[in-house]
């Protein structure tokens, strides 16, 4: 299909700056760019290339003012980069939708499921488990007993939903999550040996939420491990048991969260961001890469990062010093002997000033 | 079911110190807590709440002396932690047993299986499999060609055990897991191609683990990579190829141990914690979390933070002042200044004292 | 089997050391060896073993020069370390192979498959999918819609290949990786809900790749997640979307790569790495052992560690700095005394020298 950019600005609701019968067909990154494509201009640090770039729109947001001239037809919209997502949620609306229970999933005779399920072959929905309308169930993944999601969930392959979780609605569990594993209880005996602690809670997931391909939220100890509305985790993240994550929180790549800390809403965890177990995390907290957090953050709004976590600008400035530290080693010893010469220092006459 | 005090006191061997006829018939967490439930004390960041919960009864350890009035009934036990998990164990016996092989599962016909077995859907048991009795392993997974399973065993859903893989008695793999991948070995050539080197050993779990959901275990080169009896792995944790584990030691989500390195008897390996390859760690190390370690740990039963790993207490100490770097080399500087207006400094006569 | 020494050397193009018509039947490894078996010596640190091993066979590099006596014979090769592969290779040829459709996997009418092709039971082989010659599909492993996977590909168990990606030439697959779930995209409105950025591209993967088990490469936004030919990816790797990973680098099990980044050609990064977005990452870069990288780092073959990342000499002695700065700590403020002692210091006359 071919849009004009006149087109395109119609259902963005925004302004062409440029030639407004030019026609795009496809979508490209703007520092590759191609005739007859369509970009967008969000990330500052792509600036540079909408100077260069051999797509024919761009969409730019409405403060965007070029310092020289843009070859490209501009559409000036509130935001370019959820303007794109809106076209490209488009485009995944032409997919072929799946629908229908395969002939080759398994699914309990007690299990309820709503309108205009899709249930992919190998998977298995569990005795009692609650499907509600229009949930997207994709193949060889596992819907355990008494289990419950919401409408408009989608499940993708090779997911484990364990016993008794519940997953909202509109959520997207993607490709190997595990929901519901064990917590991590063993309580040590005299010989160190370790005795299991059954975990007979569960996991809750809010409406909204989006887990990532193979990560891992584990069921409570008691009551529920909780992921508020809105929260969107990435790959390969571990929620242990009990944890509770506000609402709209996001949690990137291969974080970790120990059992029972609470994080509270509106917080960003950047990639492979650890937070030790039993702490609180006031809300709009920021924690940046690799930052490792073992006390409770009890102000709002601050960005940590460092291990244990600090105020970032301190991280900065200390990293920096970090790096000197070999020759502030040396600078110090020198300064020690030259103090020590200072010390044994015995005046001259023709030293000693008269007044 | 309802219980009184009493007679969860006699199944736990405990003792009452309040009502002993009062009843409960659920749980909750001591910091919620709920009339009619019971819930326990163990770890002493929560004993603020034991003189506020709401539960009717609570657990504790035998030394608990209340500093102010408990409105709860007491029951105090030798571990009010194990004795929860006991309380836990006997709700989690009421559950439904799986059982039997589901005609959806696939079973080679060269594989034995033992007394009492679930198979669950779409589950694969390969050729000359040997499952033990009692196993069960749920559906959605993969038992591949001459695994052998030894009894009492619970394998989740999209687990895969690869080829000639060996897990011990009375373990419990969690979902995703993946154990008996390839590990890592590649042989580069002159131009900087890697050659794969084959996998040609396995993975050996002894009785009584338990490996998290998606937590991946490599076969050895040659040999086998060795999981100790006791050994508790949490989550997303990597386990090289020909790594050893000794028995009881416990491993936090998300850590990692490269290839052949030799990991002690009852060592705790914090969360994040990266140990690097060919290495000996002695019992009793304790890492914590996002540690990394780079060389051998010789002296048993030390603590350890920090990347490179040092003792914990001399990591706290130089995180506190790597905080303040920055103002220290701004005081390195002035002192310079200062140590430099002394070398030229001059003295007055009347600064010089007469002895 | 048994094979004498002048056997495998033959077959490896070797030079024998000692009794030629020894006979091996088997492996070891060189610390532990075993009459009767063949080992290798490729890690200096194992260098010690050679002189106590009891393999008969040891496979050594041809430039190794005992020090004192060995009594097993040697064979002299030019890398000990791909000898041992090319011997491994030998055995595993003769593992049976694993052939044909299973009556059990689902394979859409649509999809297209090679010659010499297996499919396991429960895997699925989506719509449109292409499936080259003596590709191997191990089971409950999902091949999404659209998918080409090209020649000699290996495919292990519980793994999702997602809508529309590439499998190139030679790969292998372990079980569990996620090839091609949705990039972490969301575009916040002004209250901070996060609202998800459809993510329309894809993921290519070059010829002789290797995923490890339960690594995730997700889908690019727009255009195609890049993974060039020879790459090889250990275990629980995260790689976002729209990364371009160069030919022939190694990334190390638990290391993550943020969005957009391009990662040059024959790096190699250890485990536990991160490396943030939008970075550029140049050819034979390698990063330690939970290095982490939030800048661009543009002249090749430079060896980093730390987080923020540093030359690797710089990171070990500032590291080293770092375990002693508590008492540089005490030092800097005794030094500070002793010069405000220096500034008040008024000299005796006896403590004046003459000349």
Excluded: W
């Excluded at 999933?105 to 488990?129: C, Q």
Aim: glycine share 10%; aromatic share 6%.
């Amino acid at each position: 299909m071919e849009f004009t950019a006149q087109q395109i600005a119609d259902y963005l609701n925004g302004e062409v700056i440029g030639n407004k019968d030019i026609t795009v067909n496809d979508f490209s990154k703007i520092e590759h760019g191609a005739s007859g494509t369509l970009t967008f201009l969000s990330n500052p640090k792509y600036m540079p290339h909408i100077y260069t770039t051999k797509a024919d729109v761009v969409l730019v947001d409405t403060d965007f003012v070029p310092e020289r001239e843009v070859s490209a037809t501009l559409i000036k919209v509130k935001s370019a980069y959820s303007a794109i997502g809106k076209l490209f949620g488009l485009i995944e609306s032409f997919k072929p939708q799946k629908n229908g229970i395969s002939e080759k999933a398994y699914v309990a005779k007690s299990a309820k499921l709503g309108k205009n399920v899709y249930v992919g072959a190998f998977t298995t929905i569990g005795e009692n488990a609650v499907i509600g309308n229009n949930v997207k169930i994709h193949p060889n993944t596992n819907i355990d007993d008494n289990v419950e999601i919401k409408d408009d969930s989608v499940i993708y392959t090779n997911v484990s939903i364990c016993y008794g979780c519940v997953v909202g609605s509109r959520n997207i569990i993607h490709s190997g999550a595990v929901i519901g594993a064990d917590g991590f209880g063993f309580a040590p005996d005299e010989q160190g040996f370790y005795n299991k602690i059954p975990q007979i809670g569960n996991v809750v997931l809010g409406d909204d939420v989006e887990v990532g391909a193979n990560s891992t939220i584990d069921r409570a100890t008691i009551g529920s491990t909780v992921i508020g509305d809105g929260v969107k985790i990435d790959n390969l993240v571990q929620i242990a048991h009990n944890v509770e994550i506000g609402n709209h929180t996001a949690i990137a790549a291969q974080a970790g969260i120990a059992g029972s800390t609470k994080v509270g809403k509106h917080c960003v965890l950047a990639g492979q961001v650890g937070i030790a177990g039993h702490l609180n995390i006031a809300d709009r907290t920021v924690l940046g890469a690799q930052a490792g957090v073992a006390s409770h953050i009890k102000a709002e709004g601050q960005i940590f990062q460092g291990s244990p976590n600090i105020p970032v600008g301190n991280f900065r400035r200390s990293s920096v010093v970090f790096k000197q530290l070999p020759d502030l080693l040396t600078k110090i010893y020198q300064m020690e002997k030259r103090i020590k010469a200072l010390e044994a220092k015995k005046m001259k006459y023709k030293d000693i000033l008269s007044n």
